[in-house]
Structures are given as C-alpha cells and as structure tokens.
C-alpha cells in the first residue's frame, strides 16, 4: 500500500518504522524545524530525522490549507495518509486526497478523550485505563468514525512517560491490522455524550497547589512526569518533583501547604487533611534524585508554608 506519513514527535516513530517494514511510505509530512536548546538551534523533528536517515521525501509546510500544497499531496497518488500527531489541521480537500482517506493514530480510548494532551489528562483524571484508537479523519476534532481500538491499564505507578511509550508501541501494531483489514473494518460512530475534551497543558497548572487533596497532586505529578513536570518553590528555588505519595496527616489542624516533615523525609500538608510525601525531586540544575539523596545535602525546614498555586 502506498502511503503517506503525516506526525512529528517521537510518538509517531513506532508506526512510521513499522509502515516502512510493511508497505511503501512515499512521503512524510512533519512540522518544520524550530529553535530548540541553548543558542536556539533550529532542530528537526524526530520524524523527520527518521524519514531523511531512511531515503524517505520530507515536506514542512507551514499549513495544508495553500492550495499548491494540496496540489502536491494529490500528485502523490497515495492510498492513504496516515496522521501520528501531526500537530496541523487536516482540512478537507486532503482528507478527500486519498482514496482510503486519512487515519489517525489517537492516545486515547475514544470518545473519552479528545484534543492535545490525552494521555496526561486520563492519568490526572484518575481514570483506570487508557488505550489507542485508530479513527477515520473528519473535518470535527477527533470526531472521525473508530475503526479498531485496544486499551492499556493505568496503575499507581503509570506515569505520563511510561504510558506515552505504551501507547505509542500499541498504535504502531493497531494501524497495520486495520490496514491489512481495511476492506473488512465496520466503521463506529463515536457517542458525543461521553465525550472529554484533553486540553493543552498550560504552565501554571505545574505549579503544585497544595490546597488540593493529596490524591489529587499525586495523579498529576506522574501524568505530568516528565514533561512538563510539576513543581514548587522553597526559599526562592524552584524543585520539581516527579514522584509522590499520599501519606495520613498527622495533624489535621495543619496549614495546607505547610511542611510537616524536612529532614528525614519531606512531607508537605495539602487539603481535606491529606499529606504528600516526596519522593523524587529535581533541584534547578541538578539530576532528577530521590528525595533522600537530596536530604544528605539540605533539609527543609518544619512548618514553613509553601504557596498555593500562584500563577506564574
């Protein structure tokens, strides 16, 4: 089958890799280099490095919406695109291109989750599984009829990075079964009514806030963990902390955000009398540690009240 490749970051490099192996990718289409690391170094995706180690033609439009650009996807002749987060809109006259259309890698058991950041929210949600569906593109935001989809566990020790891989191998191995069984695949409308919409994680929302419960804090350190990280300040330093856990409050009077424990162990006091426990931590310019290697070196100290989810 003669295919055309449309993703950016590493979670579509599973699939690429495995259309490359099983069919003929005649183009990738990746977002354009942008200014990234010290010095601002113009880097190209991890897509598009793939696609130019492997002999494969790569386009960086800036929109699909030009109609040259268009033009150019039909002179392709592909059977099919198949969209990895992408990160530009598909507009129709593309998604008309191909005679088999547009399919899309989605992280999520739809339609519980649409939009940017699927996987963070199903963790941060609390929800106990998640899962890939490969859907047929529509011109709505991931409205598309389901063609296959599987689901994944999500457990205490499931973190944003961890199910981000996960996904990414499942989706790889989803997209060439319903290639192979295009012909015989039932399209499935999505139920709007069950639908969440998994919005773009913005940067305040690191900032841990101390008057939510624990529990609460806990699902969002590891959704967040590790990009892009959540975090506090003490004495004017920022720590990140990519793991936690919730402990029993020893003083139900206690001030959230208060330090209960900086010594020996850092547990900070957080609402409805709940306590978090850090685990592991990242002081600015220094490696990721467990908390207890970071206390051989400095304590916090007991009874000082951290802030409460100030804005940025």
Request: aromatic share 6%; proline share 6%.
């Amino acid at each position: 089958m003669r295919i055309v490749f449309m993703g950016t970051p590493d979670f579509a490099l599973p699939a690429l890799k495995n259309l490359c192996r099983n069919h003929e990718v005649c183009c990738v289409y990746t977002q354009a280099p942008k200014e990234a690391g010290r010095g601002n170094k113009l880097t190209k995706s991890p897509v598009h490095l793939f696609a130019e180690e492997n002999g494969i033609e790569v386009r960086t439009p800036k929109t699909l919406r030009n109609a040259e650009v268009q033009e150019q996807i039909r002179a392709l002749k592909a059977d099919v695109a198949v969209v990895a987060a992408y990160g530009l809109i598909i507009p129709k006259p593309v998604l008309e291109a191909f005679p088999l259309g547009c399919l899309n890698i989605h992280a999520s058991l739809l339609p519980r989750w649409r939009g940017a950041a699927p996987i963070q929210r199903s963790i941060e949600c609390g929800d106990t599984q998640s899962g890939v569906t490969i859907m047929q593109i529509a011109e709505g935001l991931d409205t598309g009829d389901m063609l296959l989809s599987q689901s994944l566990p999500i457990t205490l020790q499931t973190t944003g990075g961890s199910l981000h891989d996960e996904l990414a191998a499942l989706g790889a191995d989803l997209i060439l079964q319903v290639l192979n069984n295009l012909p015989n695949i039932k399209p499935q409308h999505q139920d709007e009514a069950l639908t969440c919409y998994a919005a773009k994680i913005e940067k305040s929302e690191c900032r841990l806030d101390f008057s939510l419960p624990a529990v609460v804090l806990e699902r969002k350190i590891r959704a967040f963990n590790p990009y892009p990280a959540t975090f506090f300040e003490y004495n004017g330093e920022r720590f990140k902390v990519l793991r936690a856990a919730c402990v029993p409050c020893s003083d139900v009077s206690c001030a959230q955000g208060k330090i209960i424990e900086g010594q020996k162990n850092l547990i900070i006091a957080c609402g409805e009398n709940s306590a978090l426990q850090i685990l592991e931590i990242q002081r600015q310019g220094k490696k990721l540690m467990p908390i207890a290697e970071l206390l051989r070196g400095m304590s916090f100290d007991k009874g000082t009240l951290l802030s409460l989810g100030i804005q940025l």
